[in-house]
């Protein structure tokens, strides 16, 4: 029962790692294109088939959550019937504020990532973290050389 126990971690390494420069969309940072199209989104972390995404953009954003969330909880060895219900929220911040992106200051938000899961025996996991995020700006964004491989949905 202990093993339960782990999935707030595994949530955190999640989110940690789901929001990393590593999450990119055509060589971009993900996130500042999401933006430009969305302030909120849903994904269920456990079937990508529910996640009703509009644009390619959101469905590679529902993609990498699968997928860094289904690779933590391979990693952790938690079984899979061990987690009922698996979520991940994103909500951009009301206010914009100034913040920086790559050494240069520009307006952005606040972005809340949050992750909820449910175990088998109906206890809750919860983790979250607030990253930065200035809708998207080749002038100031460096594109990364792992552009064709990451590209689409």
Not at 44 to 49: G, K, R, S, T, V
Not at 57 to 64: D, G, L, M, Y
Not at 71 to 89: F, G, M, N, T, W
């Amino acid at each position: 029962m202990k093993i339960r126990r782990q999935i707030t971690g595994v949530l955190g390494s999640s989110l940690t790692s789901y929001t990393s420069r590593n999450t990119d969309y055509d060589g971009y940072w993900l996130f500042g294109l999401l933006l430009r199209e969305t302030g909120t989104l849903s994904v269920d972390l456990l079937d990508p088939q529910k996640n009703e995404s509009k644009s390619d953009i959101q469905k590679a954003a529902c993609r990498f959550a699968y997928e860094r969330f289904k690779d933590q909880i391979q990693k952790s060895h938690i079984p899979a019937e061990y987690v009922a219900s698996a979520r991940l929220h994103l909500a951009k911040q009301d206010y914009p504020k100034l913040g920086p992106v790559n050494h240069r200051w520009t307006m952005g938000f606040d972005v809340l990532v949050a992750a909820e899961a449910i175990s088998d025996l109906g206890r809750i996991y919860r983790a979250q973290t607030y990253i930065f995020v200035a809708p998207h700006d080749p002038a100031i964004e460096q594109r990364s050389t792992r552009r064709n491989e990451n590209h689409g949905a």
